[in-house]
């Protein structure tokens, strides 16, 4: 029972009635409002809208217990999805039964609402939506859209016999029997219908997998194999269905001027070797008309046509029937239709009345028509054809009937050239070898070469139409059981008429009047209508309907199919045939399919066309089997078709046949119908728009991938298959905008698309609160990688702070065997700043965590002037300074480097650095040698590294080293710990000052001693004052760099001239005076004063051997083993890179990536 409260007005001076006496307010008011839209809509204000006026009863809320449809009194929903919720965002849900469900009921519908909906949802046909909407315009007059109610007998199998019988039955079977003789033609209607049979035993368990709206084949196949297969098939399909509306266009024009009015040619041939390019301009001309005419019916009304189909369809009946009634009825009495034939060759009866050389006429032997055609003249006397002086004319039947033994005579194929006379072997012929102009007497001659695989072609196209059923899915009553029982009993009864009329054509006609295609030998009739009854007449005005309406049907889905496809937004350039006229007729598409349509009227060859449609028939056919077999194997759980029938084999069998049919109708013409198909499917792949529709080519991508996933061992792969699989740490502003685009540039190039790419980022937060940020980042980066041409994926993590994100990231990152084993990260050039004193620290311990993680890293300093993708780098070196071995990564980069067009003109050179113990030459040698059984291009260089003694300019970039990193260290001190640590900085630097100078006090005079303590003082004070400074800047986040702040950085020039003086003097000399001068170096620690001279001159060596290099490889040293001297880290990299532009640190993962064996 529903529970519902509805409004009831109360009268004045009536309150609510206590817990005793009765209420007259709670009794049952006989026309209750309402809360909401119905009060407003018979004119009451609702409930917060009412009056302040005392004399205006004041409703309540009554508790009614009305039944319910459903039970929950939730409006009926818009969509039978449960997403769409967008008008339900102002329902209420009042009552307590659901209380528990309260949130979800806000975003989701209740169950019954959805049942509701789903009881009457209507399936429109396609273009219904679009008359019902132009019907909104006529207000009440708007008649209501009737619920589909036809059956499987008129929605499935009338249509689909009407669209598989037609042209080729009339027009072409006697011809493919006397050719290719019976058991070669049972082959090819076996084979052919074996192939529609498949093809609609998939179709139909794709068909009653769900509900297919209208568009039929277009829809099953896309929304089965995705929108490029979709759409690649979907456009194959409408090509053939515009062919199609030319071969049966060039039937009509066919039948018309050759069985029905021959007179109204417009082009007539003097000569018979002019006849063929008379027949073919003539059919130009007439079948451009028709199409024009056609094209008019279908713009001005479709309904007309459809109300026709039911005559065109009892034509093709009729016209069966009188082949069958005319074949039984060869039984007792065989028609009389006589072929002349001249020795045993076939002749064309149209100019001759009787099958006589002479004859009497008043005892006077006078010459007939028949002499005259191979004579140059009518008398006996004159000059004749030499084959038709030596041999006979005589005359035999057409059509001996069914009792005749003439069905072991057309057993057999009966192939020929272009030009082959048309003659029966039994008959006796006196030898004369044959002439070139032989065909060119009135013969029946082959007006085409005939092979097996050329009839196999010309007759295909009389078995498609199955989908006739299908594409009508919208206007049956229970498509789900319909369309499979009508397909496939109309199937049936098409192969049986096919089967019987092979073996009775075979069993009734002589094999020259099968062979000839236009029927000359009986005075032009059809060969097909010789046997019918009771009239020939009955045949071919049957067959001229029966292509009319053929032709205008194939006019009237072709625009629709392709109207469906340009309204799917995946072909771009095919968006504007998805508009139409005001009802929705596809007018643009009806210009399009007309021109099309053309195109084959202009190849004027029925025989020529029907090849063609065959092809884009077999290649929609074949998908529809390859969908089919494919959700088959998958077992997607949505693959839950009600017809059971089905089998992955017999798919397969299917595509196998169709893919084979392809080949043997005409190789190249599959060639070119597979070219065009692929060319559309890579269009849509690139430009098409995305669609997810839930189709089988995702399933399996998803199951290859888990495939290749468990197959790949989680063990490291062999040194032969290592590639950089990058995991790239990508920073993002506080918009979420990439910080470093050209990172990703940098992956490109380095990876050519090729292998995995993971960009990973971090955002501090909780994940509840940074959800909506991180998925913006995740759009910004992904459209980065979209611009940089990056393929690969996004991860964007929420983590409480940056250094355990980027650690859950390089943990996490990947799946399976499908690991990152290199990281790439851009420098942070920031370090120094005090707005961002961790950058620094994350930077260490990401070193860190990736050599603990066996990852490779690279370090790109300056990554914003990296070339882009679109740069195109001219002369120019890759330079690598090898000075550990580890691995192997910077021999191989610089190589995958090259293989993108960006550095492709750059060329490789190695330096290695020699020891003073170390033989430079055979150094070179080796590294030659080594190179040359890598397989790599590159100039070898040994550079000598002598041991000077350290510098004094190593010295002072030593102390102001270890200074800023006790500055460093004190910006994350109180104050008062802050003021301790510079005062013991104060102290020390004093007592080694007393130290260093113990006599100096006593040797000066006092007056000196006064000014040098003075000037020490005012030295300390000047630290004291700038390291506050820093401080103080470090605590109020002043980034900004004022006038009065102190850079404990040397300038560039200062470098320069200290260099140089150092090379000038004596080093010896040089330290112990600058000993004398500042006597806190002895303070320094020796570690770090070593490690800074070996940055100091392999940064002296690098810049003078690679400063204009495109690009700089370098080793890069590991962070010390003690946390204590991170800062010091910082400042030896700095060091070494000083003065080079394109930097790329590597540091290898621990195993060799680069080997010398095949």
Same mark, same amino acid.
């Given at each position: 029972?529903?529970?519902?409260?509805?409004?009831?007005?109360?009268?004045?001076?009536?309150?609510?009635?206590?817990?005793?006496?009765?209420?007259?307010?709670?009794?049952?008011?006989?026309?209750?409002?309402?809360?909401?839209?119905?009060?407003? /809509?018979?004119?009451?204000?609702?409930?917060?809208?009412?009056? /302040?006026?005392?004399?205006?009863?004041?409703?309540?809320?009554?508790?009614?217990?009305?039944?319910?449809?459903?039970?929950?009194?939730?409006?009926?929903?818009? *969509?039978?999805?449960?997403?769409?919720?967008?008008?339900?965002?102002?329902?209420?849900?009042?009552?307590?039964?659901?209380?528990?469900?309260?949130?979800?009921?806000?975003?989701?519908?209740?169950?019954?609402?959805?049942?509701?909906?789903?009881?009457?949802?209507?399936?429109?046909?396609?273009?219904?939506?679009?008359?019902?909407?132009?019907?909104?315009?006529?207000?009440?007059?708007?008649?209501?859209?009737?619920?589909?109610?036809?059956?499987?007998?008129?929605?499935?199998?009338?249509?689909?016999?009407?669209?598989?019988?037609?042209?080729?039955?009339?027009?072409?079977?006697?011809?493919?029997?006397?050719?290719?003789?019976?058991? +070669?033609?049972?082959?090819?209607?076996?084979?052919? !219908?074996?192939?529609?049979?498949?093809?609609?035993?998939?179709?139909?368990?794709?068909?009653?997998?769900?509900?297919?709206?209208?568009?039929?084949?277009?829809?099953?196949?896309?929304?089965?194999?995705?929108? /490029?297969?979709?759409?690649?098939?979907?456009?194959?399909?409408?090509?053939?269905?515009?062919?199609?509306?030319?071969?049966?266009?060039?039937?009509?024009?066919?039948?018309?001027?050759?069985?029905?009015?021959?007179?109204?040619?417009?082009?007539?041939?003097?000569?018979?070797?002019?006849?063929?390019?008379?027949?073919?301009?003539?059919?130009?001309?007439?079948?451009?008309?028709?199409?024009?005419?056609?094209?008019?019916?279908?713009?001005?009304?479709?309904?007309?046509?459809?109300?026709?189909?039911?005559?065109?369809?009892?034509?093709?009946?009729? &016209?069966?029937?009188?082949?069958?009634?005319?074949?039984?009825?060869?039984?007792?009495?065989?028609?009389?239709?006589?072929?002349?034939?001249?020795?045993?060759?076939?002749?064309?009866?149209?100019?001759?009345?009787?099958?006589?050389?002479?004859?009497?006429?008043?005892?006077?032997?006078?010459?007939?028509?028949?002499?005259?055609?191979?004579?140059?003249?009518?008398?006996?006397?004159?000059?004749?054809? /030499?084959?038709?002086?030596?041999?006979?004319?005589?005359?035999?039947?057409?059509?001996?009937?069914?009792?005749?033994?003439?069905?072991?005579?057309?057993?057999?194929?009966?192939?020929?050239?272009?030009?082959?006379?048309?003659?029966?072997?039994?008959?006796?012929?006196?030898?004369?070898?044959?002439?070139?102009?032989?065909?060119?007497?009135?013969?029946?001659?082959?007006?085409?070469?005939?092979?097996?695989?050329?009839?196999?072609?010309?007759?295909?196209?009389?078995?498609?139409?199955?989908? #006739?059923?299908?594409?009508?899915?919208?206007?049956?009553?229970?498509?789900?059981?319909?369309?499979?029982?009508?397909?496939?009993?109309?199937?049936?009864?098409?192969?049986?008429?096919?089967?019987?009329?092979?073996?009775?054509?075979?069993?009734?006609?002589?094999?020259?009047?099968?062979?000839?295609?236009?029927?000359?030998?009986?005075?032009?009739?059809?060969?097909?209508?010789?046997?019918?009854?009771? &009239?020939?007449?009955?045949?071919?005005?049957?067959?001229?309907?029966?292509?009319?309406?053929?032709?205008?049907?194939?006019?009237?889905?072709?625009?629709?199919?392709?109207?469906?496809?340009?309204?799917?937004?995946?072909?771009?350039?095919?968006?504007?045939?998805?508009?139409?006229?005001?009802?929705?007729?596809?007018?643009?598409?009806?210009?399009?399919?007309?021109?099309?349509?053309?195109?084959?009227?202009?190849?004027?060859?029925?025989?020529?066309?029907?090849?063609?449609?065959?092809?884009?028939?077999?290649?929609?056919?074949?998908?529809?089997?390859?969908? !089919?077999?494919?959700?088959?194997?998958?077992?997607?759980?949505?693959?839950?078709?009600?017809?059971?029938?089905?089998?992955?084999?017999?798919?397969?069998?299917?595509?196998?046949?169709?893919?084979?049919?392809?080949?043997?109708?005409?190789?190249?013409?599959?060639?070119?119908?597979? #070219?065009?198909?692929?060319?559309?499917?890579?269009?849509?792949?690139?430009?098409?728009?995305?669609?997810?529709?839930?189709?089988?080519?995702?399933?399996?991508?998803?199951?290859?991938?888990?495939?290749?996933?468990?197959?790949?061992?989680?063990?490291?792969?062999?040194?032969?298959?290592?590639?950089?699989?990058?995991?790239?740490?990508?920073?993002?502003?506080?918009?979420?905008?990439?910080?470093?685009?050209?990172?990703?540039?940098?992956?490109?190039?380095?990876?050519?698309?090729?292998?995995?790419?993971?960009?990973?980022?971090?955002?501090?937060?909780?994940?509840?609160?940074?959800?909506?940020?991180?998925?913006?980042? +995740?759009?910004?980066?992904?459209?980065?990688?979209?611009?940089?041409?990056?393929?690969?994926?996004?991860?964007?993590?929420?983590?409480?702070?940056?250094?355990?994100?980027? *650690?859950?990231?390089?943990?996490?990152?990947?799946?399976?065997?499908?690991?990152?084993?290199?990281?790439?990260?851009?420098?942070?050039?920031?370090?120094?700043?005090?707005?961002?004193?961790?950058?620094?620290?994350?930077?260490?311990?990401?070193?860190?965590?990736?050599?603990?993680?066996?990852?490779?890293?690279?370090?790109?300093?300056?990554?914003?002037?990296?070339?882009?993708?679109?740069? @195109?780098?001219?002369?120019?070196?890759?330079?690598?300074?090898?000075?550990?071995?580890?691995?192997?990564?910077?021999?191989?980069?610089?190589?995958?480097?090259? $293989?993108?067009?960006?550095?492709?003109?750059?060329?490789?050179?190695?330096?290695?650095?020699?020891?003073?113990?170390?033989? &430079?030459?055979?150094?070179?040698?080796?590294?030659?040698?080594?190179?040359?059984?890598?397989?790599?291009?590159?100039?070898?260089?040994?550079?000598?590294?002598?041991?000077?003694?350290?510098?004094?300019?190593?010295?002072?970039?030593?102390?102001?080293?270890?200074?800023?990193?006790?500055?460093?260290?004190?910006?994350?001190?109180?104050?008062?710990?802050? +003021?301790?640590?510079?005062?013991?900085?104060?102290?020390?630097?004093?007592?080694?000052?007393?130290?260093?100078?113990?006599?100096?006090?006593?040797?000066?005079?006092?007056?000196?001693?006064? &000014? #040098?303590?003075?000037?020490?003082?005012?030295?300390?004070?000047?630290?004291?004052?700038?390291?506050?400074?820093?401080?103080?800047?470090?605590?109020?986040?002043?980034?900004?760099?004022?006038?009065?702040?102190?850079?404990?950085?040397?300038?560039?020039?200062?470098?320069?001239?200290?260099?140089?003086?150092?090379?000038?003097?004596?080093?010896?000399?040089?330290?112990?005076?600058?000993?004398?001068?500042?006597?806190?170096?002895?303070?320094?620690?020796?570690?770090?004063?070593?490690?800074?001279?070996?940055?100091?001159?392999?940064?002296?060596?690098?810049?003078?051997?690679?400063?204009?290099? $495109?690009?700089?490889?370098?080793?890069?040293?590991?962070?010390?083993?003690?946390?204590?001297?991170?800062?010091?880290?910082?400042?030896?990299?700095?060091?070494?890179?000083?003065?080079?532009? @394109?930097?790329?640190?590597?540091?290898?993962?621990?195993?060799?990536?680069?080997?010398?064996?095949?």
């Amino acid at each position: 029972m529903g529970e519902r409260f509805v409004v009831v007005p109360v009268e004045k001076g009536v309150g609510v009635a206590g817990a005793g006496q009765p209420s007259d307010a709670l009794r049952a008011d006989p026309a209750p409002v309402s809360v909401g839209s119905e009060a407003k /809509e018979a004119g009451e204000p609702s409930v917060s809208e009412q009056p /302040e006026d005392p004399n205006v009863p004041v409703p309540i809320l009554k508790y009614n217990r009305e039944p319910n449809k459903y039970g929950d009194g939730v409006p009926k929903e818009n *969509s039978p999805f449960i997403n769409n919720t967008d008008n339900d965002k102002g329902n209420n849900y009042d009552g307590t039964n659901m209380a528990l469900f309260e949130e979800e009921i806000e975003i989701n519908p209740m169950v019954s609402s959805l049942l509701n909906k789903l009881a009457n949802y209507t399936n429109l046909t396609q273009g219904a939506q679009e008359h019902e909407e132009a019907d909104n315009d006529e207000g009440p007059k708007k008649k209501e859209v009737k619920s589909p109610q036809m059956g499987t007998f008129m929605g499935v199998y009338l249509p689909c016999l009407q669209n598989i019988l037609g042209v080729i039955l009339f027009l072409r079977l006697t011809w493919i029997v006397g050719t290719a003789g019976i058991l +070669e033609s049972l082959a090819i209607v076996l084979l052919c !219908c074996s192939c529609t049979m498949l093809t609609a035993i998939s179709m139909s368990a794709i068909a009653t997998n769900g509900v297919v709206p209208a568009g039929g084949s277009y829809y099953m196949i896309s929304r089965s194999l995705g929108p /490029e297969f979709g759409g690649a098939v979907g456009l194959c399909f409408y090509l053939g269905t515009t062919f199609a509306g030319s071969m049966y266009i060039l039937g009509t024009i066919e039948i018309l001027l050759t069985y029905i009015v021959p007179k109204a040619a417009i082009f007539v041939a003097e000569k018979k070797e002019d006849e063929v390019n008379a027949l073919l301009n003539n059919m130009r001309v007439y079948g451009t008309c028709c199409l024009a005419l056609m094209s008019v019916v279908v713009f001005v009304g479709v309904k007309y046509v459809n109300k026709l189909a039911l005559v065109f369809l009892a034509c093709v009946v009729l &016209s069966i029937l009188a082949i069958y009634a005319g074949v039984i009825k060869t039984i007792f009495e065989p028609p009389d239709f006589p072929v002349c034939m001249l020795g045993n060759r076939t002749l064309q009866n149209n100019n001759f009345d009787s099958c006589l050389k002479t004859k009497v006429i008043d005892n006077l032997t006078v010459t007939t028509k028949l002499w005259r055609l191979f004579c140059d003249g009518p008398e006996l006397n004159a000059t004749c054809n /030499e084959y038709f002086v030596l041999n006979n004319v005589t005359e035999m039947q057409g059509i001996p009937g069914l009792t005749s033994k003439v069905i072991s005579e057309n057993m057999w194929s009966e192939y020929g050239p272009l030009g082959k006379l048309v003659d029966d072997k039994k008959l006796e012929s006196v030898g004369v070898r044959a002439s070139a102009q032989d065909k060119y007497l009135p013969y029946v001659v082959n007006d085409i070469t005939t092979f097996f695989t050329l009839l196999v072609g010309i007759y295909f196209p009389s078995v498609t139409g199955i989908m #006739a059923g299908s594409n009508r899915s919208g206007d049956l009553r229970d498509a789900q059981k319909s369309i499979p029982i009508g397909t496939i009993l109309a199937i049936a009864t098409t192969s049986f008429i096919y089967v019987t009329c092979v073996i009775l054509f075979g069993a009734s006609i002589e094999g020259v009047l099968l062979r000839d295609k236009f029927g000359d030998a009986v005075k032009g009739n059809l060969v097909i209508g010789t046997l019918s009854w009771p &009239s020939p007449w009955v045949i071919v005005i049957g067959s001229f309907f029966s292509c009319c309406g053929a032709g205008l049907q194939s006019l009237t889905g072709a625009p629709r199919l392709l109207q469906a496809i340009a309204r799917d937004g995946i072909v771009p350039f095919l968006q504007v045939f998805g508009h139409g006229k005001a009802n929705g007729e596809p007018t643009w598409a009806l210009l399009l399919t007309a021109g099309i349509c053309e195109i084959g009227i202009l190849i004027a060859s029925l025989d020529a066309v029907a090849p063609i449609l065959s092809m884009f028939f077999l290649m929609c056919y074949l998908f529809v089997n390859l969908a !089919c077999a494919l959700q088959t194997l998958l077992r997607t759980p949505n693959w839950r078709p009600r017809f059971k029938y089905y089998h992955w084999a017999l798919s397969f069998l299917g595509m196998s046949l169709c893919l084979a049919l392809m080949f043997i109708c005409s190789w190249y013409y599959a060639i070119v119908a597979m #070219a065009i198909a692929t060319c559309i499917y890579k269009y849509i792949e690139y430009r098409g728009a995305e669609k997810e529709w839930g189709d089988g080519i995702r399933g399996l991508s998803l199951n290859a991938a888990r495939y290749a996933l468990i197959r790949l061992e989680e063990a490291p792969p062999h040194t032969k298959n290592w590639r950089p699989q990058v995991l790239v740490l990508l920073n993002v502003d506080s918009d979420q905008g990439v910080k470093h685009p050209r990172l990703l540039s940098l992956t490109t190039q380095l990876k050519a698309g090729k292998g995995l790419t993971i960009v990973g980022n971090v955002l501090e937060g909780t994940y509840l609160t940074k959800d909506t940020e991180a998925r913006k980042a +995740e759009q910004n980066i992904k459209s980065a990688m979209s611009e940089e041409r990056t393929k690969g994926f996004c991860h964007v993590v929420v983590s409480s702070n940056l250094r355990d994100g980027v *650690s859950h990231l390089i943990q996490s990152a990947g799946l399976g065997g499908m690991k990152h084993n290199t990281i790439l990260m851009a420098w942070p050039g920031t370090w120094r700043q005090a707005n961002d004193p961790q950058s620094w620290k994350n930077f260490i311990e990401t070193v860190r965590e990736s050599t603990a993680a066996h990852h490779a890293l690279l370090v790109a300093k300056n990554v914003d002037s990296f070339p882009t993708n679109l740069e @195109r780098l001219g002369e120019g070196t890759i330079d690598v300074w090898w000075v550990v071995h580890d691995g192997g990564m910077l021999m191989l980069l610089p190589f995958l480097l090259r $293989q993108h067009k960006v550095w492709r003109k750059c060329k490789m050179r190695i330096f290695t650095v020699a020891q003073m113990d170390d033989n &430079s030459i055979q150094m070179k040698k080796d590294l030659q040698m080594f190179l040359y059984h890598l397989r790599l291009n590159a100039e070898v260089e040994v550079v000598e590294m002598h041991d000077n003694d350290i510098s004094a300019f190593t010295y002072e970039k030593t102390l102001v080293m270890e200074q800023r990193s006790q500055m460093l260290r004190q910006m994350q001190l109180s104050r008062t710990e802050r +003021e301790r640590e510079i005062q013991s900085i104060t102290d020390e630097s004093r007592n080694s000052i007393r130290r260093k100078n113990p006599g100096a006090a006593s040797s000066t005079t006092r007056s000196r001693s006064t &000014s #040098a303590a003075e000037d020490t003082q005012e030295d300390e004070a000047q630290l004291i004052h700038d390291r506050n400074t820093a401080s103080h800047a470090a605590i109020n986040d002043k980034a900004e760099a004022g006038p009065d702040r102190v850079h404990m950085t040397w300038t560039k020039d200062k470098l320069f001239a200290e260099r140089n003086r150092n090379r000038e003097c004596n080093a010896n000399v040089a330290v112990r005076d600058l000993f004398n001068m500042k006597p806190e170096w002895e303070s320094l620690n020796q570690s770090n004063v070593r490690r800074m001279h070996t940055a100091v001159k392999l940064n002296e060596i690098v810049v003078n051997k690679s400063q204009g290099a $495109q690009l700089v490889l370098l080793n890069m040293p590991g962070p010390p083993r003690n946390r204590g001297g991170d800062e010091n880290y910082m400042e030896f990299l700095e060091v070494l890179l000083e003065g080079l532009n @394109r930097v790329l640190l590597v540091r290898g993962g621990g195993r060799e990536v680069i080997t010398i064996y095949s």
